[in-house]
């Protein structure tokens, strides 16, 4: 079945520096979604990419979408403390695959 | 985005009972997905409740442990039956943003926080 992999799974950082995280499918997607999820919220819905290498900004967030269509990225410039949260991909080729996510924690 | 609401927002259960999780959405729509995040875990896709039809269950899931009711357009429902500790989880249903038809962005409920002794 299909399989969602993101790395990596927790990743902190002082305020300032930048994040990435990185989401991998087994399958070609016909598109992906990505969420961020705030302690003890629910996800809430980011941004969704369709076409081939597809990038996409979102002031300090940067979403791309690879050539082949089964890998992801969402890079924050100078994260901030209201950066917090998981970030989690959902791939989806059918039906919606959700990674792991990626827990960042942003020290001030 | 649709305004999503979930009762309860928390409860804490006996072994063996069983717990009734509404959803109310502030719009009509055709699909209603019920999610299971375990503790520090992913989202894991439950079932899907289409309106007017039976609930689609995803690999793992059966009807008899989470029963799914959609009576209407805005609502819906999932019991988790004969609940044991390894059900303790937050549940989440959500729904397709608007103009889209499946597993496109979705938007989700605050989520019920079950925890099972």
């Known amino acids: 079945g299909q399989q969602v992999m993101q790395i990596p799974q927790y990743q902190h950082v002082q305020e300032g520096e930048d994040f990435t995280t990185y989401c991998n499918s087994s399958?070609?997607?016909?598109?992906i979604q990505w969420y961020k999820q705030r302690p003890g919220g629910h996800p809430v819905f980011l941004i969704q990419?369709?076409?081939?290498?597809e990038v996409k900004k979102q002031k300090r967030l940067t979403f791309q979408f690879g050539e082949a269509k089964k890998n992801s990225s969402l890079h924050i410039t100078a994260t901030q403390t209201t950066d917090v949260g998981t970030y989690f991909c959902?791939?989806?080729?059918?039906?919606?695959?959700f990674g792991d996510g990626t827990t960042l924690t942003v020290k001030p | 985005s649709a305004v999503i609401s979930q009762k309860p927002s928390r409860d804490i259960c006996q072994r063996g009972t069983s717990l009734t999780i509404q959803c109310q959405v502030d719009s009509q729509v055709t699909m209603m997905f019920w999610y299971r995040q375990q503790p520090g875990q992913s989202l894991t896709l439950i079932a899907t409740?289409?309106?007017?039809?039976?609930?689609?269950?995803e690999s793992g899931f059966v009807i008899d442990k989470f029963p799914i009711s959609r009576p209407n357009l805005t609502f819906s429902t999932l019991t988790v039956s004969n609940m044991s500790p390894e059900d303790s989880s937050i549940y989440l249903c959500?729904?397709?943003?608007?103009?889209?038809?499946?597993?496109?962005?979705?938007?989700f409920g605050p989520g019920t926080r079950l925890t099972v002794l």
């Open positions: 399958t070609t997607l016909s598109n």
């Open positions: 959902a791939g989806n080729a059918g039906k919606s695959t």
């Open positions: 409740a289409n309106q007017g039809s039976e609930a689609t269950y």
């Open positions: 990419l369709v076409k081939s290498g």
């Open positions: 959500s729904v397709p943003g608007q103009g889209t038809f499946n597993y496109n962005e979705q938007f």
